[in-house]
Every structure is written in structure tokens, then in C-alpha cells.
């Protein structure tokens, strides 16, 4: 197809994705010039509801910004506050909120691997249709999912909004005798797991890969999930508490949603595959190995091939959650105490879809001052822009259906949560001579 007669290609909504949005790429003499992630919903102004609220409000406030992970936003509440208030929970806390965590990872990398992300490979509009042919498959993934939310039900009171986490701990720990009807259905969900890292790994990939800077949390001896230092690819090393030294936001006139960058250097990437680049060391023999059957047996560049370390990181946190099961200990009490005070905590996790930072600044009486929460699909805007760009540019020659079909893939390599980002499909795919 000529390149250079003026074509027009438009997605009014990008579907499977969490939000609402567009994409306008402008292409001139068979290069692309600009692109936009048109971020349209309104932002949703959390940090500015969080201001004179009390400190344990924070918690259940940012669990509504996300369905799909309020988990990630609890625990970055909950650590932030801690560390300003020179709070330290016990071990037996720590383990608790992990297993919590491990609930939604299941959940959350089941949902976007099976009904959002492989119809993409498989050539499907959507997951219902999807499962019109292959049902025993999504109704693993349904099953996958549910065991997730089940987990996160018996830790967090709820699947959706947990009520069980407060600054400090819990409100109540749950029995050994509540957690272990979750033994059986994990155990399931690991050979489940297994069979979705393989499934995957027969999928296609386009022959795409980009020298991206990898950040993500890493700690000493495990996976990062609730905690950790920031790292990088380029050999960031550093606290969390300097993470606003390193990066920052940057207004896009096209976008509601602000975009991060690391400052001096530019755009990065979040998420699984930054996890994998810069903790694969981190994961069991097992997992790895398995990892290694998936063609994962080193760096991974290519960001189509994320659903591939998506379904490896399901199977660890499955795994993770029956290691922590057998060793569960209710915690006595709780929650410890916490005496409020003056002062700044910063905190970031690992949500499933990437390192989501968190920053208080709090008065004597615990009323919160100001609040600064920085999502991972804010940070990972400007990369998915770029990757966009890229890819577009080497694929010009296809027609304009496929081309849209692939820049939506694109974009939902990284599972974008737009709502949590504050928010996104429309193509807009102008071609000049």
C-alpha cells in the first residue's frame, strides 16, 4: 500500500483496557512525526479528597481508585504512613499482607492474560468470543481469577475494596482454620498456572524489541512485591523515599494524565517485564525453569512477549501464596500501634501492573497535609508513546485495519489500568507524502 497518499484510521474506544482514550499518530514522507495517547476522562482528584482527612482514612480512600488492584494502592498507603510515623509491623504482618498481595497478582494477571490480552494472538474480538471456541480454556482463567478473589476475601474481608487493612496491620487476622480451605483451590491453580505459561508461550510474537530503562522495586532475597529499594537497568539504585529526585511528571496538553519520565534520561517501563529484567534472579529454581521452557531464559525486550512473563509471575504468585499459607501464623496482635505525628512517608509496591509510589505529608494530629500518588500506567505513558511510534514506522505497509488492530495490541502489552493513571481508544492515523 502507498505510503504516501493521505489515509485517516480512527478507534473511537480502545476496548479491553480499564478507562477511555484515543491515539493520534501523524505520519509524513514514511515516518512518524508525532504521537499522542490522548488521555480524555477527567481526573478523579483523589489527592486533593485525601487532604484534612486522617491518616487511617488513606487506606480505604485510595482502594477506590482501582477495582481491579486496590490491594497495591492499600499497601502503598499503609507503608508510606508507617514510614512517617517510624511505625515497624511484625513479621507475621509482613507475611499477612504479601498473602493478600499474592490474591490479587492471581486475580489481576488472570483476568488481562485470558479475557483481555490473548484474544489479541488468537485473532478475537473479545474474550466472549473468544470463549465461543476455546470455553475449557477461559473457564480456567475465569477459575484462576476466582481463586484469586477468594484469597483476597478471606485475608481483606472483600474482593472488591478490601475493608481488612488499616495503618498498623489488620482489623482482624484471620484463623489458620479460615485460610486453609484455600489450600485445595491453590493447589489447582498452580497446575492451572503451569499450563497458562505454556499456553502462552505457543502464542506468535511480532519481531519487536526496544532498548528500554527498566525500573521496579528489588528487594534482598525475594520477588519484589510490598517492599524494596528502586532499581533500574541503568543501574539506579535508591530508596524509595528519594524516588521524586529521580523522577517527575511532566503535563501533556493532549492528556489528562500526567506523564512520567526520569529526569535526564527520558521515558521508562514498568511491569512485568521490568520485574523480570531486573529480578528474574529472585524467582524459584521452579520458576524459573519453567520460565526458561517459555523462551524466557534471559533479558526480555520485547513487549508483546510480556504476556509470556505475566503468566510466569501468576504461577510465582501462586506458589508464593501456598509457601505462605503453610507457614501462616495469625498475627498477635494484628495491627501494631501507631502514634501519629508530624512528618513525610514515602512508600511504593509492586502492583501487578507495575511500581505504584506513594507520598504523605502529615500534620501532628495525623491529618493529612498533601498527597502524592504516581500510578504505573502514569509512568509508563510516555514509553507505551514511544513504543507506538516504533512500531507504527516499521509497519506502515499494512492496511489500516490490521495497523489499528496492532497499535491496540500495543497499548494492551501493558495493561493499562487509564482509570488509575487518571486516565484513555481512538486512532487517529494521519499519513502525509
Known amino acids: 500500500m502507498s505510503e504516501?497518499?493521505?489515509?485517516?484510521?480512527?478507534?473511537?474506544?480502545?476496548?479491553?483496557?480499564?478507562?477511555?482514550?484515543?491515539?493520534?499518530?501523524?505520519?509524513?514522507?514514511?515516518k512518524v512525526r508525532e504521537v499522542k495517547l490522548d488521555i480524555f476522562e477527567p481526573p478523579r482528584f483523589f489527592e486533593a479528597l485525601l487532604v484534612g482527612r486522617a491518616y487511617s482514612d488513606a487506606p480505604?480512600?485510595?482502594a477506590r481508585i482501582c477495582g481491579i488492584c486496590p490491594v497495591a494502592y492499600q499497601m502503598s498507603a499503609v507503608g508510606a504512613m508507617e514510614r512517617a510515623f517510624g511505625a515497624t509491623v511484625t513479621p507475621e504482618i509482613r507475611a499477612l499482607r504479601r498473602l493478600l498481595y499474592c490474591g490479587e497478582w492471581i486475580e489481576s494477571h488472570a483476568l488481562h492474560v485470558y479475557m483481555l490480552h490473548a484474544p489479541d494472538f488468537?485473532?478475537?474480538?473479545?474474550?466472549?468470543?473468544?470463549?465461543?471456541?476455546?470455553?475449557?480454556?477461559?473457564?480456567?482463567?475465569?477459575?484462576?481469577?476466582q481463586i484469586g478473589n477468594e484469597l483476597m476475601t478471606r485475608v481483606g474481608g472483600r474482593e472488591i475494596h478490601p475493608v481488612n487493612v488499616r495503618v498498623g496491620g489488620f482489623w482482624r487476622a484471620p484463623t489458620r482454620a479460615e485460610l486453609t480451605p484455600m489450600e485445595e483451590p491453590l493447589a489447582w491453580a498452580r497446575e492451572a498456572a503451569l499450563e497458562t505459561v505454556r499456553w502462552v508461550a505457543g502464542f506468535e510474537f511480532p519481531d519487536f524489541e526496544r532498548d528500554y530503562e527498566f525500573v521496579s522495586l528489588r528487594a534482598p532475597d525475594?520477588?519484589?512485591?510490598?517492599?524494596?529499594?528502586?532499581?533500574?537497568?541503568?543501574?539506579?539504585?535508591?530508596?524509595?523515599a528519594g524516588y521524586e529526585e529521580a523522577f517527575a511528571e511532566l503535563h501533556r496538553p493532549h492528556s489528562n494524565a500526567l506523564h512520567s519520565h526520569h529526569i535526564g534520561r527520558g521515558g521508562y517501563c514498568v511491569g512485568p517485564l521490568a520485574r523480570w529484567n531486573l529480578n528474574a534472579d529472585r524467582l524459584t529454581p521452579?520458576?524459573?525453569?519453567?520460565?526458561?521452557?517459555?523462551?524466557?531464559?534471559?533479558?526480555?525486550?520485547?513487549?508483546f512477549r510480556s504476556i509470556v512473563v505475566r503468566a510466569v509471575e501468576l504461577l510465582w504468585a501462586v506458589e508464593e501464596a501456598q509457601r505462605l499459607l503453610a507457614a501462616y501464623r495469625p498475627p498477635e496482635p494484628a495491627a501494631v500501634e501507631i502514634a501519629p505525628r508530624a512528618g513525610r512517608g514515602c512508600a511504593a509496591t509492586e502492583a501487578p501492573r507495575g511500581l505504584l509510589y506513594h507520598r504523605y505529608d502529615v500534620r501532628e494530629d495525623g491529618a493529612i497535609a498533601t498527597a502524592r500518588?504516581?500510578?504505573?500506567t502514569a509512568q509508563n505513558l510516555g514509553t507505551m508513546e514511544e513504543d507506538l511510534g516504533a512500531f507504527v514506522e516499521r509497519h506502515l505497509a499494512l492496511d489500516d485495519a490490521t495497523l489499528t488492530w496492532k497499535c491496540e495490541q500495543a497499548v494492551r502489552?501493558?495493561?493499562?489500568?487509564?482509570?488509575?493513571?487518571?486516565?484513555?481508544?481512538?486512532?487517529d492515523l494521519d499519513r502525509e507524502g
Do not use: W
Open 222 to 240: 525475594e520477588y519484589p512485591l510490598c517492599e524494596g529499594r528502586l532499581a533500574s537497568s541503568t543501574g539506579l539504585d535508591l530508596d524509595v
Open 373 to 376: 500518588i504516581v500510578p504505573p
Open 4 to 30: 504516501t497518499r493521505s489515509r485517516s484510521v480512527r478507534v473511537e474506544m480502545l476496548a479491553r483496557v480499564e478507562g477511555e482514550g484515543g491515539l493520534q499518530v501523524r505520519v509524513k514522507g514514511g
Open 60 to 62: 480505604d480512600f485510595t
Open 286 to 303: 521452579g520458576v524459573l525453569e519453567v520460565a526458561r521452557e517459555a523462551g524466557l531464559s534471559g533479558p526480555c525486550r520485547n513487549p
Open 122 to 145: 488468537l485473532g478475537y474480538e473479545s474474550g466472549i468470543h473468544l470463549a465461543k471456541d476455546h470455553g475449557d480454556v477461559v473457564r480456567r482463567g475465569l477459575r484462576l481469577k
Open 413 to 427: 502489552n501493558y495493561d493499562p489500568c487509564i482509570s488509575c493513571a487518571t486516565h484513555f481508544l481512538r486512532l
